[in-house]
């Protein structure tokens, strides 16, 4: 009687990090050396981005502390290198390292946001669509079949250039970021509408929301207070998933030359300025951003996959 007093008395958020500790999930992550390692690396590329501003060792954007003589220094350990630039500079004399940072700032903002935006729209046409059905059920779904059939990088880049078309250019170059948010994110929502519709389908006709129509609950309100929750577990495996597409076809399109523009660039940027150089033996202007692009979305993967797992009963 006294141990269940004392568990009584524990404040509500160390009772729920105790169940959260006690979880399966936790458990599945725990016991995966690979999945710890990638939440290590992961957390690592988020903190050195967000905390760019305080971590990084210079200010590539600020020109006042750039120096031309200081451009193609190679990295520290090779000949002619310097401690003061660890991985080098590129052809404006900018520290390789701090425009990583820097860099992967606007990779993961435009990744993170472009998921948020593809996640909400989605999940709201498929609970829609899945629980009004009829004429409307069948329109959405008609216009996820035909935006199928096109490329999403395709998409992506007709987005972009109706954008330029249609500002002028020193509005576009401000807005850009906005722009490939909307552009990424309309190319990913159909995969949360297919999948957030299936699962509407099945939810709408068990016996709490039966009970919920009896008692008078608009449908709003049981779509949002009932059916969502229960139909979000496979939505968060497809965002961690997409988050890793996401900050690739950011990447793609600004090596192609249609992301944000070389004063504010992302690692796409860097690894098309990094290109030119590449043939000339300056190999680390675009080795380093592509591997630090490659870590970064083989990390999230990897998490991906592990919480695909995790959250299939099926395989416990």
Same mark, same amino acid.
């Given at each position: 009687?006294?141990?269940?007093?004392?568990?009584?008395?524990?404040?509500?958020?160390?009772?729920?990090?105790?169940?959260?500790?006690?979880?399966?999930?936790?458990?599945?992550?725990?016991?995966?050396?690979?999945?710890?390692?990638?939440?290590?690396?992961?957390?690592?590329?988020?903190?050195?981005?967000?905390?760019?501003?305080?971590?990084?060792?210079?200010?590539?954007?600020?020109?006042?502390?750039?120096?031309?003589?200081?451009?193609?220094?190679?990295?520290?350990?090779?000949?002619?290198?310097?401690?003061?630039?660890?991985?080098?500079?590129?052809?404006?004399?900018?520290?390789?390292?701090?425009?990583?940072?820097?860099? =992967?700032? %606007?990779? +993961? /903002?435009?990744?993170?946001?472009?998921?948020?935006?593809?996640?909400? @729209? *989605? $999940?709201?046409?498929?609970?829609?669509?899945?629980?009004?059905?009829?004429?409307?059920?069948?329109?959405?779904?008609?216009?996820?079949?035909?935006?199928?059939?096109?490329?999403?990088?395709?998409?992506?880049?007709?987005?972009?250039?109706?954008?330029?078309?249609?500002?002028?250019?020193?509005?576009?170059?401000?807005?850009?970021?906005?722009?490939?948010?909307?552009?990424?994110?309309?190319?990913?929502?159909?995969?949360?509408?297919?999948?957030?519709?299936?699962?509407?389908?099945?939810?709408?006709?068990?016996?709490?929301?039966?009970?919920?129509?009896?008692?008078?609950?608009?449908?709003?309100?049981?779509?949002?207070?009932?059916?969502?929750?229960?139909?979000?577990?496979?939505?968060?495996?497809? =965002?961690? %998933?997409? +988050? /890793?597409?996401?900050?690739?076809?950011?990447?793609?399109?600004?090596? @192609? *030359? $249609?992301?944000?523009?070389?004063?504010?660039?992302?690692?796409?940027?860097?690894?098309?300025?990094?290109?030119?150089?590449?043939?000339?033996?300056?190999?680390?202007?675009?080795?380093?951003?592509?591997?630090?692009?490659?870590?970064?979305?083989?990390?999230?993967?990897?998490?991906?996959?592990?919480?695909?797992?995790?959250?299939?009963?099926?395989?416990?």
């Amino acid at each position: 009687m006294a141990t269940t007093s004392r568990d009584l008395a524990r404040p509500p958020t160390r009772n729920a990090l105790r169940r959260a500790l006690d979880s399966d999930i936790f458990y599945s992550f725990r016991r995966s050396p690979v999945v710890v390692a990638a939440a290590i690396v992961t957390l690592i590329c988020f903190i050195g981005a967000v905390c760019a501003p305080w971590l990084a060792p210079h200010n590539p954007f600020d020109l006042k502390t750039l120096n031309l003589i200081d451009a193609f220094t190679p990295p520290a350990w090779m000949d002619e290198g310097t401690r003061k630039f660890l991985l080098g500079t590129d052809d404006q004399g900018r520290d390789v390292l701090s425009t990583i940072m820097y860099g =992967a700032r %606007i990779s +993961l /903002a435009v990744g993170f946001f472009s998921v948020l935006f593809a996640m909400t @729209l *989605g $999940v709201s046409l498929g609970l829609i669509s899945g629980y009004v059905g009829g004429a409307l059920d069948a329109f959405i779904m008609r216009v996820a079949d035909v935006q199928l059939s096109f490329p999403a990088i395709l998409i992506a880049l007709l987005i972009d250039g109706l954008a330029r078309t249609t500002l002028p250019r020193d509005v576009h170059d401000r807005v850009i970021v906005y722009v490939l948010i909307l552009a990424i994110g309309i190319t990913g929502w159909v995969q949360y509408a297919r999948t957030v519709r299936g699962s509407t389908l099945v939810e709408k006709n068990k016996e709490y929301v039966q009970a919920a129509r009896v008692i008078g609950r608009h449908p709003v309100a049981i779509m949002a207070r009932h059916v969502l929750p229960n139909v979000m577990g496979p939505v968060l495996v497809i =965002a961690t %998933i997409n +988050l /890793a597409i996401a900050i690739l076809t950011e990447a793609t399109l600004s090596f @192609l *030359g $249609v992301g944000v523009p070389p004063t504010q660039p992302s690692l796409g940027t860097l690894i098309r300025v990094g290109n030119d150089f590449l043939f000339s033996g300056e190999w680390w202007i675009t080795i380093f951003p592509g591997a630090a692009l490659v870590v970064m979305v083989l990390a999230v993967n990897l998490l991906g996959d592990w919480l695909r797992d995790a959250l299939n009963p099926k395989l416990r």
